[in-house]
């Protein structure tokens, strides 16, 4: 028997789910209030210095490259790193226009097949939460890491709000899931997405599981308008070296 995701699918069928979807992806986050400028957002606080020349970054669940594109929003200079284990949105993404220096990767985060570091920062948006063993990859991930290299998760989590906890489920019922359905006629991977928000880490837990993988100078960070205590930034960093 597969492990649930959050008590949404299996674990094992989310890359599918996301296969299934992904043509309708883009319009469906696009219609989403802020979703690109939260994304943005996240990218920012990574504090990457200059315009990202002579850095490398890797976008871990990239999807179809709306993650890759806030990375280089900040630093449009850097040689990133995009790796999915969705087939079809990395085809959507790779079908987008980029510099030469972004390179996109089918593999998942437990198997990292070619994803070589070291990398200056990691960005990952929504996908520790559909993670079978969070902790391990996070510390994987850390072992991609420079020293002195930083880290970002970008996750939804309304675990330490009842106000976020309310909004979600209201905007999940008349909005999210009726969205979804109508515009690809499966529900399923949006009633996943409600209900693994709903059983993942609070925002401090999630903290909590940043400075267990061994990350340091752990901070959380919400984002403003309605997903205010919904979406939050994680930002860690790995120690440097001494002498």
Known sequence: MNAMSGDGLPRAEVPSAFDAHAAWYDR????N?????????????????G????L???????GTGASTAALLSVAPNARITAFDAS????????????PGDVEFVHTTAED????????DAVFAAYLVRNLADP???????????????RIALHEYSVRDSRRALLMWNAVCATVIIPLGATA?????????????VLRFDGASALAARLARAGFRDVRSASVPGWQQGIVHTITGTVAEETP
């Not at 469906?28 to 219609?31: D, K, N, S, V």
């Not at 087939?87 to 980029?98: C, E, H």
């Open 28 to 31: 469906l986050t696009g219609a």
């Open 33 to 49: 209030p802020g979703y690109h400028r939260h994304l943005r957002l996240s990218a920012h606080r990574l504090g990457l210095p």
């Open 51 to 54: 315009d990202g020349r002579g």
């Open 56 to 62: 490398r970054l890797l976008d871990a669940g990239c």
């Open 87 to 98: 087939s079809a949105m990395l085809a959507q993404a790779r079908a987008k226009s980029w």
């Open 112 to 119: 990292l097949t070619g994803v070589h570091g070291p990398f």
């Open 135 to 149: 902790d391990t990859q996070l510390r994987r991930l850390r072992g991609l890491l420079r020293p002195g290299g």
């Open 184 to 196: 690809t006629g499966d529900a399923a991977l949006y009633r996943h997405l409600h209900r693994s």
